[in-house]
C-alpha cells in the first residue's frame, strides 16, 4: 500500500474506529486481505492480492452493516488475524502461517463478541497503531513505544466519544 494511505487508514481507526464501525470492518478486511495474499500466497501476482484484499473489505463492510454482531465477530477475526500475522512476522518468521493467522482471529473474534464497543475500540486502535508503526519504520524499541503511545491515544479518544454517544441518546 501507498504510505500516506495507512496513515490515513490508520488514523481513521484510532479516532472513529467505533463510531463508523463498518469502515473498521472493511479497513480491517482489506489489509488482512493483502496481508494474507502476501504472506500466505506467495506466489500469486499482485493483482490477486488486491483482488483478495477489496473482496475481503468489501465483505467485511457489508456484513458490519447488515449484521452487526457478525460484524463485530468478523472486525474482531480481521483484526486478530492481521495483528497475528504482522507480529509473528516481524519477532518469529517461522511461525508465520494459515495457523497462525486462524489463532489471532479466532481469539479477536471472542474478544469482540464479548466485550462489543471496548474490544471494537481496542482492536481499532490495536489494528490503526499497527499501520501507522509498520510503515514508519522505527527500531523495536521505538516503534513499540510509540505503537503503545498511539493505541493509549486512539483508547482515550474513542471512548470520549462513546460516553458522549451515550449522553446524546438519554
Known amino acids: 500500500m501507498h504510505p500516506i494511505a495507512d496513515f490515513v487508514a490508520g488514523a481513521l481507526l484510532l479516532a472513529l ?4 464501525f463498518w469502515l473498521f470492518v472493511g479497513i480491517a478486511g482489506f489489509y488482512v486481505g493483502i496481508e494474507f495474499t502476501r504472506v500466505l500466497l506467495t506466489e500469486q501476482p499482485q493483482w490477486v492480492m488486491w483482488v483478495v484484499g477489496v473482496g475481503a473489505g468489501l465483505v467485511g463492510a457489508v456484513l458490519g452493516l447488515v449484521f452487526q454482531r457478525l460484524g463485530f ?3 474482531g477475526f480481521y483484526a486478530g488475524g492481521y495483528v497475528a500475522l504482522v507480529v509473528a512476522e516481524r519477532f518469529a518468521p517461522g511461525a508465520v ?3 497462525t493467522f486462524l489463532v489471532g482471529g479466532v481469539i479477536g473474534a471472542v474478544f469482540a463478541a464479548m466485550a462489543m464497543d471496548w474490544a471494537i475500540i481496542v482492536l481499532s486502535c490495536v489494528l490503526g497503531a499497527a499501520l501507522v508503526v509498520a510503515r514508519l519504520g522505527l527500531a523495536d524499541r521505538i516503534g513499540l513505544a510509540v505503537f503503545l503511545g498511539l493505541v493509549a491515544v486512539g483508547i482515550v479518544v474513542q471512548s470520549r466519544t462513546m460516553s458522549a454517544d451515550s449522553k446524546f441518546r438519554s
Open 17 to 20: 474506529g467505533r463510531k463508523l
Open 97 to 99: 502461517g494459515i495457523a
Open 73 to 75: 465477530a468478523m472486525a
